[in-house]
T-cell receptor
């Protein structure tokens, strides 16, 4: 079974600050995928990234970047120059195991204020 | 990109009645669909996995007789909450996947169920 820990329940920042959301996972699979999703107040999940466990290169997409450290089972997400529209709940989710299910973390509520 | 729709987006029903939620993949054929449940300020919990033409596989603790799942076609899965009670009030989200493990899951917008 997989497990994921998002230790930060809620983070508040002021607009333009950088913010990092932590994600630590546990898995017995040798190959797996890691995902991040954004859930704004509307409720609809927005896909942000999918990372294969073989690919440990960090990734940058605009203001978003991800740091994958397989040795520590962490897949942290950084938003640079945060904006009010970034306010949402962010979920980290590994995928693997029988049936290749997604296991969602408890989520981190990010509030970006003016 | 792939689109998954859910209908209805919101539903209010009386205790004891049944309610059906539809999940459709609009521009791809979904061999596998997933149903999740999310209580307020909580995470998404997988309820069941359904493959087209097969019986759904339910997660531990999910009552299969209460949450009936039908995946009769490659573009449609339905979740029926039977004899709903107020504790069934939740946000139900479906996702669909075109193929095997290397394929992404695409999520629907969710259905908010309120049982009065």
């Amino acid at each position: 079974a997989q497990k994921v820990t998002q230790a930060q329940t809620e983070i508040s920042v002021v607009e333009k600050e950088d913010v990092t959301l932590d994600c630590v996972y546990e898995t017995r699979d040798t190959t797996y995928y890691l995902f991040w999703y954004k859930q704004p107040p509307s409720g609809e999940l927005v896909f942000l990234i999918r990372r294969n466990s073989f690919d440990e290169q960090n990734e940058i997409s605009g203001r978003y970047s991800w740091n994958f450290q397989k040795s520590t089972s962490s897949f942290n997400f950084t938003i640079t120059a945060s904006q009010v529209v970034d306010s949402a709940v962010y979920f980290c989710a590994p995928q693997g195991g029988g049936g290749n299910k997604l296991t969602f973390g408890t989520g981190t509520q990010l509030k970006v204020e003016l | 990109g792939a689109v998954v729709s859910q209908h209805p987006s919101r539903v209010i029903c009386k205790s004891g009645t049944s309610v059906k939620i539809e999940c459709r993949s609009l521009d791809f054929q979904a061999t596998t669909m997933f149903w999740y449940r999310q209580f307020p300020k909580q995470s998404l919990m997988l309820m069941a996995t359904s493959n087209e033409g097969s019986k759904a596989t339910y997660e531990q603790g999910v009552e299969k007789d209460k949450f009936l799942i039908n995946h009769a076609s490659l573009t449609l899965s339905t979740l029926t909450v039977t004899s709903a009670h107020p504790e069934d009030s939740s946000f139900y989200i479906c996702s669909a996947r075109e193929g095997g493990e290397s394929y992404e899951q695409y999520f629907g917008p969710g259905t908010r169920l309120t049982v009065t």
